[in-house]
Structures are given as structure tokens and as C-alpha cells.
């Protein structure tokens, strides 16, 4: 009651001033909208190493036509230099006027050079950025980022959007790529075990593509090399492979057979493929459910076990089948048997690759850590040449 008769008593002008600066504030903002004009929107990052520091290769969003025939992502590709990516960044606004903005960036790779060294320092600067996605996609590539930053997809109007459909939900489930993000391999980094997996991307010409070939909407600026000028050929992609990584340096990779193992020990493969025989012939199995884990056995010698369980139906055959063969997609017993052994094979070459690399990506050094903190302390520098591996496979058949 008494806060309505005070109301009453205040004057109109009073509301009318009230009214004006609420308006003045509301209309006289951007409404925190990204200006495009003023803006460079990033769509992928490349960082290699050079012998002053960094070079930062920056594909930027860059406006196309309204109309269907013109739409799409076009981009430019902008490579500068610094003593830290700081340094790059802020030459990306001094060649361009406009100001980099990185949320909107879902890729960095890693140029084959820079990932040898403590990549966090080719990292650090997006890790502190408050605007980095902490989803951002993480890889290495095969050469130069910059070369594969501005290259030509033969599939995409930009590189980067080429390259992160390699990183699909549904890649990943097929047991092909193993994807990480910039969050992800930080805390993995600063984790007891210091080791992770980026996947390693290449790249190779697309046969009967035209050399010089134009590219619908790509550009290049600051002597990139340019995403899709007539100096470069139409290129596709690959990441079945994995580079490992112990201490933030790259020291080893699985071809895509032991990526499968390490995928299917995760238990992330839903409708992946592998080949087994019978009779001496091939045929490709489809995994239609997967279970997998690793465990370490501390009691007499550290042991660790490596466990997959699949459930499969049959795919394809290399030969030629009666037609009540081709109507069933169930697995014969002497095909499973054949697919046991397949896949304890992938899985020994991992464990070994990692072991060689002393790489701790299957987490064994975690694992202890969480267990007992007294056994870890007491193994910590040996575990990983000491312990053994115990490696199982099911395969089963759908029917």
C-alpha cells in the first residue's frame, strides 16, 4: 500500500526520463550480434613451427551470394607470424583490420614439425582464450598445417568443413578415426599419465581433378598459398590413423587397424567393419554391438587386461555365394574364430606401438592412481615397461 501511493507521488517526467534512458541504452548496442564487416570469423586454425616461433594459418568466413546458385561457405586463408600465437593473432588484425574472433572455431591442426615438441605451447594461447570452444576438434597432420589448411577440397567449399566430417559422430562410430578436442587432450596432458591420441590427417590429390583447377568461393591473402586459387589441385582427406602422443610430444602412430583396437576397447563402434576369412576367402564383418574395457591387475606382477566383445553379422563376401547365402548375414563358426584372432592381432600391434612409444594412452597409470594411490607411488616409473598385457576377444553372431 505504501509503495503504491509513493509511486503516485513521482512525477511524470521522471518516468518519461526513466523511459528515455532505457531506450537510449536498448537501441545504442549491437545487442551482442557479431558485426561481419568489422569481424574476422574463424573457421579453423593451422599452427606449424618456424624457427622464429609460430605461424598461424587462420581460414576466415567470408560473406557469399543470397541466391542458392551463389550460397555456401566461402573463406580466405591469412598465414602470419610471431614469437607466440599471440603475436600471430594480433598480425592477423594488423594485415586485415579486422578483429579475430575464435568462437566460432571448430578445428586446430597441428603441422607434423610443431607436434614433435611440447605442443601446449603451440596450444596454450586458444587453452586461455575465454571465446575457445573447449568442444573445439583437435588433430596433427602429415607435412605442413598451413598446406593443409589452404588447400582445395574436392568435397567442400572450404577445407576445414571437408576435414571435420572426417570427425563425425558416425566416423567415430565406425571405428575409423579416433576424434579428441582442445579440452580433452589438455586434461589428459596435465593427467598422472601425460599421454593422448590426436587423429593424423592427410591428404592426396583427387584423381581426374584438373591441376589448377578453380574453386568455387575460396581466396587467399598475406602469401598463404591459397585455399582455392589456381596454384593447387583438388585434394580429399584421411585420418584413419593416430598419432600418439606422451608429454605433449607426438612419439608414434597407429595405422588404421590398431585405431579400430583402440576404438572397440572404448566400446564406441557401432555399424565399424573388419575383414576375416574362410576358407581362405575374405569377407567383411559388420559390428552391430560392442562392449570393451582395460583393467590392471596389480596382485604378483602388474597385469593389464585388454577385453573386446563383439556382436557381428555378415557384411559381404569377397566371391561369388549360392543366393540362400546372400539372403542370410549370419557368421559360420569358422568365421568367427578367424574374426577372434583378427581382432587379438589389431590388439597386440596396439599394445606393443604403445609400449614402444611409452605411451600410456590406454590410461594404465589413471587407472593405479585411482585404485591406490600407495602401489602408484611405488610404480609410477615403472609400470608401464613392467606390466603385461592379457588380451581377450569374443566375436559372436547376431543369429
Partial sequence: MKLHKFLKTVPMKLYLILLAVILFSFFSNDFGLVDIQ??????????????????????????????RAQGGTSSVNITTQGETVSDCVTALFGKTGWVPKLVFC???????????????????????????????LLAVCEGKAEKLITSTSAIDDASSLAIEKLFSDAAEKSGKVMTNTLKDFAIDY?????????????????????????????????????????????????????????????VGKLPAEQTLALSLLEGNVLAGTFNAKEKGKPVTLTVVRNSGGVSLDMKGAPTAKLTVDVTCRLCCRGTTAPIEDISSDAVSPEILEDAKN?????????????????????????????????????????????????????????K
Fill in 342 to 398: 583378427v581382432l587379438k592381432g589389431y590388439i597386440e600391434g596396439l599394445w606393443n606401438t604403445c609400449k614402444e612409444a611409452k605411451c600410456d594412452v590406454l590410461e594404465l597409470k589413471r587407472k593405479l592412481y585411482r585404485s591406490s594411490l600407495k602401489k602408484y607411488e611405488e610404480w609410477e616409473e615403472f609400470l608401464l615397461t613392467s606390466v603385461r598385457p592379457d588380451i581377450s576377444a569374443d566375436v559372436k553372431s547376431m
Fill in 38 to 67: 568489422k569481424t574476422a570469423i574463424i573457421l579453423a586454425a593451422g599452427v606449424d613451427k618456424t624457427e622464429e616461433g609460430f605461424s598461424l594459418t587462420s581460414q576466415i568466413a567470408v560473406p557469399k551470394g543470397s541466391d
Fill in 106 to 136: 571448430d578445428l586446430i591442426v597441428l603441422g607434423e614439425e610443431a607436434a614433435k615438441e611440447d605442443v601446449i605451447s603451440y596450444l596454450n594461447y586458444f587453452l586461455r582464450n575465454e571465446y575457445m570452444p573447449d568442444n573445439c
Fill in 190 to 250: 596435465y593427467d598422472v599419465g601425460k599421454s593422448s591420441y590426436l587423429p593424423y590427417v592427410k591428404m592426396s590429390p583427387q584423381k581426374g581433378a584438373i591441376p589448377g583447377g578453380d574453386s568455387v568461393g575460396s581466396g587467399s591473402a598475406g602469401g598463404s598459398g591459397g585455399s582455392g586459387g589456381s596454384e593447387s589441385e583438388e585434394q580429399i582427406y584421411t585420418a584413419e590413423e593416430t598419432a600418439l602422443f606422451a608429454e605433449g610430444k607426438m
